[in-house]
């Protein structure tokens, strides 16, 4: 009723991608604007210039961090063939080190997930990623420590093709797919690959090199080095299938506001042109 509705004059919407274009078609009804911050499947690259240390840390963070239930979580993985192995090894190492356990205690890394559907969600992409033949590396059900919970290892595949549903699909789950690639022009074209745009983590000593890529890919955010990094004066949202407007910054005002044209003719007078 509230998308409907004709003196509402804008919609504004984080959800999934499947809820914002059924707002999207409504609110055209009525030719009223909309706002949206939808789906994503952030990638990360990893040039072979990057410390790994850091980088195995950093995209750990930014895929595990919430269990994963970040819009803007790191679901996929771009590394440099001659250093992914040592990447891989790093990340898995990582992944396992993360303390599951009660969000209020301060020694808590994750959580559990929000939801029974959504635990079943992941455990369903986790198994179907098995038998599409990715090889898992880490994790892949629920610990056993714990009774009860919605608990979910964080997760760590590699032999992962670019068809498979656990690279094309948002997961909204603490699981990593890894993928090896030659070059920062095979990177950003996987990256692309995709119907989301929402946001891209880049690993490099280069700044050269990452502000290519960042040029390149089609996301609302790029984080050089630093993944999940937001700025409310900077503008966030995402292209593609991840959205429509901004939130933050001063472009988000833009959304709420409506240029008028104001002409005044000072001089009171037939003008020779008119009829």
């Known amino acids: 009723e509230i998308v409907k509705h004709p003196s509402i004059p804008i919609i504004t919407f984080t959800g999934s991608v499947k809820t914002g274009k059924r707002i999207a078609m409504h609110a055209a009804e009525n030719l009223k604007k909309v706002s949206l911050e939808l789906g994503g499947k952030d990638p990360v690259i990893i040039c072979d210039d990057a410390d790994i240390d850091v980088a195995a840390k950093g995209t750990s963070w930014g895929g595990f961090v919430n269990s994963g239930q970040v819009c803007t979580s790191i679901e996929r993985v771009y590394v440099y063939n001659n250093v992914a192995d040592r990447f891989t090894e790093a990340l898995v190492e990582e992944a396992e080190k993360v303390k599951l356990g009660d969000p209020m205690n301060k020694n808590t890394d994750v959580g559990p997930m929000a939801s ?14 098995k038998k599409e033949g990715a090889r898992l590396l880490a994790g892949g059900g629920r610990p056993t420590e714990f009774s ?16 498979m549903e656990i690279v094309t699909e948002e997961s909204f789950s603490p699981v990593i797919p890894i993928q090896k690639i030659n070059s920062l022009d095979e990177a950003v074209e996987m990256a692309n690959s995709t119907k989301y745009g929402l946001g891209c983590t880049i690993f490099t000593k280069d700044i050269e090199r990452a502000l290519t890529a960042a040029d390149k890919i089609k996301s609302g955010t790029v984080c050089i080095n630093n993944p999940l990094m937001e700025n409310i004066a900077a503008p966030f949202g995402g292209m593609k299938q991840s959205g429509i407007g901004r939130e933050h910054g001063i472009e988000a005002l833009e959304e709420f506001r409506e240029a008028k044209h104001i002409y005044i003719d000072y001089d009171y007078s037939k003008k020779s042109w008119w009829f």
Do not use: H, I, W
């Open 148 to 163: 009860r919970g919605y608990f979910f290892s964080p997760t760590v595949f590699d032999r992962v093709t670019s068809d």
């Open 116 to 129: 029974k559907a959504q635990l079943k969600n992941t455990l369903e992409k986790v198994e179907l990623a």
